[in-house]
């Protein structure tokens, strides 16, 4: 009995091994019969090969041909398979494409934002759809016409442009001019003033609210126009009388310039006028004292008062001597003795108060 139990213990353990035997190569030719499924895995710039006998391109089969290859995909990620079928091939080919979202940063008004990309996306697009306006002077760092790739940053500053002027004035000059038509007294403005100004524009500029940057952009000037007076000169002439020696009057008298203009249009600088000479007056021809000869134009003077040589210019009321010359002596004071070519013309002038120019 002993030795029958041991064979029949023999025997149950071969046909175990058998089964198991059995078993393995069914599994075995079941896996043969399979086809064997080839993942060509393009990620990025990366490829990979990864053989699986799962169901043909089956989500879970991607998941685990992905995993196999060590491909991480995030939410946003876009996943695209393509199966071949060819029948000679045994092996069938499975071709799996991973775009990863692609991600470009916006920076505006402090805060900078992650943004993910579409496909195409351009600069334009992508301040769009963050709903973000640009104020006309905003700088952006990147056209807005050109694409965005992932890694891009664009900044956009925001940009506040103003503009301020100075102005500086001077005051303008101010000219008098003699005006020979008006009479002496009357003045009136023949041009008028116009102060200098320089007028600089300047441009304000804000970034970001940061420093602000000042630069000089205009400049206008407004020359000065100087302001010009007239003043008149214009004296109402006499008709000389028969008592006259000459009758070049005078016809304008400019106070401010010094200067008297005769009937003959010829114009003498004087140095001073005065009405505190009286005059006498003498004939007779022959040499006067400074070797001159005695003739109209040359009178008699007190040289201690008058020197020799002064030329001036003599005139009384209707009377007009006119110019003459100190050349001659024999009188004291503030006398002056006017020649004349007849005795009867000096009995008939006798004596009387004169005005006196002193000529330069």
Do not use: W
């Not at 700088?139 to 940053?153: P, R």
């Not at 109402?236 to 200067?259: C, F, H, M, W």
């Not at 005005?355 to 330069?360: M, P």
């Amino acid at each position: 009995m002993t030795q029958y139990s041991n064979k029949a213990g023999s025997l149950v353990r071969r046909l175990v091994l058998v089964f198991a035997m059995v078993l393995a190569l069914a599994c075995l030719l079941a896996n043969t019969a399979k086809a064997k499924n080839v993942y060509t895995i393009k990620a990025d710039a990366n490829v990979y090969t990864v053989e699986s006998f799962s169901a043909d391109g089956s989500s879970s089969a991607v998941d685990e041909a992905l995993d196999e290859a060590g491909v991480e995909l995030s939410a946003t990620d876009k996943v695209d398979v393509e199966e071949t079928e060819d029948e000679s091939d045994p092996d069938a080919t499975v071709k799996v494409s991973v775009t990863h979202a692609q991600y470009a940063t916006l920076t505006v008004d402090g805060t900078l934002t992650s943004v993910l990309l579409q496909e195409g996306d351009t600069v334009k697009d992508v301040i769009n759809r963050l709903n973000i306006k640009l104020g006309e002077n905003d700088i952006v760092s990147m056209k807005l016409s050109d694409k965005v790739d992932g890694g891009d940053s664009i900044v956009i500053n925001r940009v506040e442009i103003t503009y301020f002027d100075k102005v500086k004035t001077s005051d303008f000059d101010t000219a008098r001019v003699a005006d020979p038509d008006s009479y002496i007294g009357t003045e009136y403005i023949k041009q008028e003033g116009v102060p200098g100004k320089v007028v600089r524009t300047y441009e304000k500029k804000v970034i970001d609210g940061g420093e602000p940057i000042i630069t000089e952009v205009k400049k206008e000037v407004t020359e000065m126009v100087t302001e010009v007076t007239a003043y008149g000169t214009r004296v109402d002439s006499p008709s000389p009388s028969g008592l006259s020696a000459s009758r070049n009057v005078i016809t304008n008298i400019d106070k401010e310039q010094g200067t008297i203009t005769l009937s003959d249009g010829s114009t003498y600088g004087y140095s001073s006028v005065s009405d505190s000479f009286s005059a006498t007056a003498y004939s007779g021809g022959g040499t006067t004292s400074t070797g001159r000869a005695a003739q109209i134009g040359v009178v008699a003077v007190d040289p201690s008062v008058i020197p020799y040589g002064t030329r001036m210019y003599i005139t009384s009321g209707s009377i007009v001597y006119g110019v003459c010359v100190a050349g001659d002596c024999g009188v004291h004071g503030h006398l002056i003795d006017l020649y004349f070519n007849s005795a009867s013309h000096c009995r008939s002038f006798g004596r009387r108060g004169i005005t006196v120019y002193f000529l330069n």
